[in-house]
């Protein structure tokens, strides 16, 4: 949500001392004014546009690892994965840096973030060491918590992106800024692997672009004529992958490595980087075009879509430890197709409110044991307590009923107030 800047209270009316002026009533013949209702506070309805577009996008995330064993049989399926890389994570982070706008560091948003990102990494990452040491038949396999398992880095990134807001927000040049560190950072082969910082850093410009996004950019991609503007672009992407499928090597388009790494001087590097986070801010426009504005069967998926994406890894794992795609008709034209459909299915599933509940406990933990009660917001809740019991009485509720209803509308404001991030 943006911001809103201070405005000036306006200056009280002037007193009428002159004669001329209304005298006073009589107070005692004055009946009691009754005092406004204060207008019930309303929740602000979810936008199904980012709903649909990250419900659209964790699809991606899930038919491109789906994807990875078979794109080398076939230039077109290479292609296709190229243009697919090319804006799929581009595109959920720059969703993710709009949606953490209004990230403060307040201790209620940090607990939020701890809870809600750092304590799933840590909890997947300890349960995919264990469903490795299963799945690879390797029982010795050692812990390494600063080594993110697959597709876990993500959590690392958000977690160190979203804390770091605060910085980003106050910088006159943010963006340019952001975008030194990951060029910089693509040329710099002695960066350790440690909580996978080359990607943090390459894919950190477009975090930043999404913190300051504003709602009228995305009327921009929202206009029928950037849809039709989107169609000859992405054809032309998918000719260009097509002629750059022999020429190219994917790790351009997965940020996990430096340019000297990928067989080029630093400087070609350099210039890479900057046109494939071109291409990827090109790509995510035309997705975006697409993406439906108003509430579709799939809208209320979109809410769970970093569920799928931790649980998502374990399926896709398995298929490969095991040898799934070693399988006869996985070499038929058509198993693409049905791979992808498959893909869709398993993540659009592991997106639906039943998998939510069963995986709050691993997801959303509560843990208000852990931290240190915020003395500001119970002064609060405790106003609003008082506020309401008072109301209470002078309509006709008892003291316990309205201090009941004030303190669940108490707790049901913390917790809206932490969803925006």
Known sequence: MLHAGYE??????????????TPPKDASTEPPAKAAPRPAAKNKPRDPFFDNAKYLTILLVGIGHAWDPIRSDSRTAEALYFVLYTFHMPAFIVISGYLSRSFEGKPRQIQRLITGVLVPYVIFQVAYTFFMRWASDSPDREFHMQEPGFALWFLIALFL????TPVWKNLRWPLPVALAIAVAASVTPTISSDLNLMRVCQFLPFFVLGLKLKPEHFELVKQRRMRLIAVPVTLAALVFAYWAVPRMSKGWFLHDKAAQEL??????GAVMFL???GCGLVMTACFLSWVPRRHMWFTVLGSGT?????????????????DWYDMDWVDHPLSRVVITLLAAAMMTVLCTPLVQRIFRFAMEPTMDWFFKRDAGAAAREREKSSSSASQGQGSGQGPGEGSSQAGQHGRHAVHRSTQGY
Not at 263 to 268: L, M
Not at 310 to 321: A, C, G, Q, V
């Open 8 to 21: 000036r209270a306006p200056l009280p009316p002037a007193r009428e001392d002159s004669p001329s002026a």
């Open 161 to 164: 992106w979203r804390l770091t």
């Open 263 to 268: 067989g080029v001087p630093a400087w070609v």
């Open 275 to 277: 046109a494939v986070f």
């Open 306 to 322: 970093l569920y799928a994406y931790l649980l998502h890894i374990y399926p896709i794992k398995i298929s490969r430890e095991f």
